[in-house]
């Protein structure tokens, strides 16, 4: 194993199974919490009527969202090299 990798295994490629896993894991995540603020949004817009915590929510889940889209587009760039250097 490589010494770097020890005590930075975040800094593996995106092709190792290990990277693929934590992307996976992030994409995950990211989408929990898209969902939530999301949710929240409509219940502080609908029945609290607080229109600035609203747009708040609305700013954390357009924010949540565009990352989870960056995971999830590095995760399907991971694996698309993967599965060609394996071929």
Known sequence: MDPALARNPAAAPDTSPEKQSELKLNVGI???GTILSLFSAVIF???V???I???IFLVVTIVAAAVTFRFYGR???ARANSSGSSH
């Open 53 to 55: 915590l609203s747009i």
């Open 49 to 51: 009527d607080e229109p």
């Open 75 to 77: 995760l399907k760039k």
């Open 30 to 32: 990211g989408i929990i």
């Open 45 to 47: 817009f609908t029945p």
